[in-house]
């Protein structure tokens, strides 16, 4: 892969808890995601997959080991420092999607660039611009009651790219939604990556991990396949629930 380098954990370990009642989530778990990449994580439940994505988001610090983001190491940040980062580089799509319902599609997608500072006009123009890569301008004014779940997942990742976001990280994004607006949705995320972002799908589905470049398995919160092809992390799958 021969992009820019977005994302890297380097031999990252995360344990919840102490003692006898302490819980590996992660362990030693080292990956690189570049831009134009769009890398699956697949895996049995409770195998890691949330905390990889919490920690590669620096929503979540590891245990031991690195995190890098566009080349800043999160463990260096605190505060302020990391939230800006989040706000400026990172976007999150969740399966409940945690648009504000009181807020139109272009409020909920300019509201980080409000945060970080942005005047509300050019977060606004910014936001509109986001709406248009998603295929859904119409959609500015209205408010997420108004959508239908493929429209609001749209407006979801079009607020998770506003901006200079180049890493995008989404948890079972199509987990509520439909066959049909879920590959919708998963053809925006390939589209946006294919454009230069670098994103990390968190997925159970065999047929969602097959519109990535590469799949990683987790097992027990180690990386236990990552041979790129998501026909062998299926057959990991079955094997783990077998």
Do not use: Y
Request: charged content about 25%; some cysteine; proline content about 3%.
């Amino acid at each position: 892969m021969s992009g820019e380098l977005i994302l890297r954990l380097d031999d990252v370990s995360r344990v919840h808890g102490e003692g006898a009642t302490a819980v590996r989530a992660l362990a030693g778990v080292t990956m690189d995601v570049h831009a134009g990449e769009l890398v699956a994580v697949m895996g049995p439940s409770g195998s890691g997959k949330s905390t990889l994505l919490n920690v590669a988001g620096g929503l979540d610090a590891p245990t031991g080991g690195r995190v890098f983001i566009a080349g800043w190491c999160i463990g260096d940040l605190k505060g302020d420092a990391l939230a800006r980062l989040r706000r400026r580089r990172v976007g999150f799509v969740f399966q409940d999607l945690n648009l504000i319902p009181s807020l139109t599609a272009i409020e909920n997608v300019a509201l980080p660039l409000e945060l970080d500072g942005r005047r509300v006009r050019e977060a606004r123009r910014m936001a509109r611009a986001a709406l248009q890569l998603v295929s859904v301008p119409e959609l500015a004014d209205r408010f997420p009651d108004k959508m239908s779940g493929g429209q609001q997942q749209r407006v979801a990742i079009a607020r998770a790219l506003v901006g200079d976001r180049r890493l995008v990280l989404a948890d079972e994004p199509t987990g509520a939604l439909d066959s049909h607006t879920g590959e919708e949705v998963l053809r925006v995320l390939r589209e946006r990556c294919d454009a230069g972002a670098a994103g990390l799908l968190v997925t159970h589905e065999a047929r969602h991990a097959a519109w990535a470049d590469r799949v990683i398995f987790l097992r027990d919160g180690v990386i236990v396949d990552s041979t790129g092809t998501s026909a062998v992390a299926e057959t990991l799958l079955g094997a783990a629930v077998v």
